[in-house]
């Protein structure tokens, strides 16, 4: 097992969910609401910066999505991606649990806990439906920028604009999580459970699907 990989993986996890989470409970402790402009920028550069400060130790997975995703393509093994998924679970919640000592408990609960959800009037199967299709897209971007053995220079950043765009999209309809681990450290820490079927199932069908068509067809192995 490479420690190096796991650690990386754990403060990478770490650092998306405490700025994701935080720049929720900030943005309503000052302005009274969250505003989707600001959530979106500051998930795409936190992602875009821990995918340039420890990609080239552990590939910057922070998703089990994407580790799933590179399990099936047979770009990491299954020992490796138990590993990365444990750890990348486990920084989310610990980064969640710190979040509660650094806010107001009404302001955590007001955004419940920057945990995604449906909005109202988004039914399962829909909010499922988008889940998929964002972590579709984000996985590809992964696959043609870090993966690819063609790909341009700059791929944190090009990871980050997908992050971002991603959000942009789905934001007001599902929280656009694209990422199991994002969605379970703050349920856990008081966001609650409700819908964490689709908030796994969504991420990893999507993540999959982009794996096995820029695999499969794009790909030079």
Known sequence: MNVKALIAEFIGTFALV???VSVSATDYAVNGATGLLGIAF????I???MVAA???ISGAHFNPAVTVSMLCTRMI????????ILSQCAAAV????????CYPADVLVAVRMGTPALAQGVAPAMGLLIEIALTFILV??????????????GAPLYIGFAVLLDILVGGPLTGAAMNPARYLGPAIMGGGLQDVWLYWLGPLLGGMAAAFVYSGALLEH
């Open 94 to 101: 610990a980064a969640a649990c710190l979040v509660k000592f």
């Open 54 to 56: 420890v990609g080239a």
């Open 18 to 20: 405490f700025v994701a």
């Open 47 to 49: 992602i875009a910066t």
């Open 42 to 45: 500051a998930n795409g550069l």
């Open 140 to 153: 590809f971007v992964i696959f043609g920028v870090a993966v690819d053995k063609r790909a341009p220079q």
């Open 77 to 84: 093994d299954s020992r490796h991606a138990v590993g990365y």
